[in-house]
């Protein structure tokens, strides 16, 4: 196609930023307090704020969502296996295994992606010691399910919720829902602090390892009583944090009408699979991802065709977790058809703040034209 050229590119995500003045209005008193990191004033603020918007019984900051993860399961003291989904960003996995912990994976369910928990059940043994499922996409696991899990059998059940910020099921903010939510801040992420995380917990003796533990273990200037590492998020990206949440109602509300856009245009396609709207739950439209069915263009070659037209996507998630090298040999066997028939389908189409309808109309001519 000659006119290939002059297409504009259209790339998967774009980061929101708030105007640089405002900015700079928020980080100017950093001049005068010289407090740039370990807990600051901006630091509590953002925490306050974070812990109000998402429901949160208590929430601690962390440098990054991985660093929260890790620090939540160790903060839990766990010992043993942990259930969850190979669907799913490597950290989740390797928060696992880096904690000395064993991962088991569990298929996931074929319309929305998350953890199956009907068949969790059969994974759980003596040496269960907590089910980590994913709200992959902004999708809500099944939590009554889980939490029926986490009482009958005494488990633990701690979220990874890197995807869901802003989702409410049954009214209720997302970060309420287990034991503790791991939420990302990553600057891809639809709500952002450059880099940053957060853990959401139910149990406020969690406060005191969790604040040593993103802290090198510190629990004194003379007392080192865990084995920590370094994950605090520092005032800089607490700062961007603070300007970024006075838009997130804008920020959700133009994700909604892009991802209604694609919707339109891409459900009822019969041979294209979209994410369902959940009962009660209000969706965040964090990534949209499409699975293509019995078509005559494979994933592979669709993603190849629409980047040759200057549109970006990603196959998350491709490879599952269990097929990484580092894990193959151990969990490359893993029963999960579901989760790798997904895998090897699955496209994540452009979506982001300030994306325009004639963009998302691009990408949808566009896969019309192949699909
Ligand atoms: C982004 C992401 C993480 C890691 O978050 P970081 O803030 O980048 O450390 C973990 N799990 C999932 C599902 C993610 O998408």
Not at 174 to 194: E, N, P, Q, R
Not at 233 to 248: K, P, Q, T, V
Not at 301 to 310: A, F
């Amino acid at each position: 196609m000659d006119n290939k050229k002059t297409e504009q590119k259209i790339p998967l995500i774009r980061p929101f930023m708030p105007s640089m003045e405002e900015y700079m209005e928020e980080i100017s008193s950093l001049w005068t307090t010289r407090s740039l990191t370990n807990m600051g004033q901006k630091h509590r603020q953002l925490e306050e704020a974070l812990k109000e918007y998402l429901g949160a019984a208590n929430l601690q900051l962390f440098a990054n969502g991985h660093g929260a993860l890790e620090c939540v399961l160790s903060a839990f003291q766990l010992k043993g296996e942990v259930i969850t989904t190979p669907f799913t960003f490597a950290s989740t996995i390797h928060a696992i295994v880096r904690c000395g912990l064993t991962p088991v994976f569990c298929d996931i369910r074929p319309d929305d992606f998350t953890l199956d928990a009907e068949k969790v059940e059969r994974y759980i043994t003596k040496k269960t010691a907590a089910i980590l499922p994913v709200h992959v996409y902004g999708m809500a696991c099944d939590v009554a399910a889980m939490e029926k899990i986490q009482k009958t059998y005494g488990l633990k059940v701690i979220y990874d919720a890197a995807h869901a910020f802003g989702v409410k099921v049954r009214g209720r903010g997302i970060a309420s829902y287990g034991d503790a939510s791991m939420f990302s801040f990553h600057a891809t992420k639809l709500y952002h602090t450059v880099e940053g995380g957060a853990a959401a917990f139910q149990d406020e003796t969690l406060a005191k390892p969790l604040t040593a533990l993103k802290d090198f273990g510190l629990t004194g200037p003379e007392t080192v009583d865990l084995t920590g590492c370094n994950s605090k998020l520092d005032e800089f990206r607490s700062a961007m944090g603070i300007c970024n949440l006075r838009h997130i109602e804008e920020i959700l509300k133009e994700r909604q009408t892009a991802g209604m856009v694609y919707d339109k245009r891409l459900s009822g396609h019969p041979r294209i699979q979209i994410l369902p709207q959940q009962q009660d739950v209000t969706r965040n439209y964090a990534y949209y991802p499409i699975v293509l069915k019995e078509s005559a263009i494979s994933r592979d070659q669709l993603q190849q065709k629409l980047m040759e037209h200057g549109v970006l996507t990603r196959k998350y998630f491709y490879p599952l977790c269990c097929d990484f090298p580092c894990y193959q040999a151990e969990y490359g066997q893993s029963d999960v058809p579901i989760a790798r028939a997904v895998s090897d389908h699955v496209l994540c189409l452009p979506l982001f703040f300030g994306i325009t309808e004639g963009e998302i109309h691009r990408v949808c001519d566009l896969i019309e034209t192949w699909v």
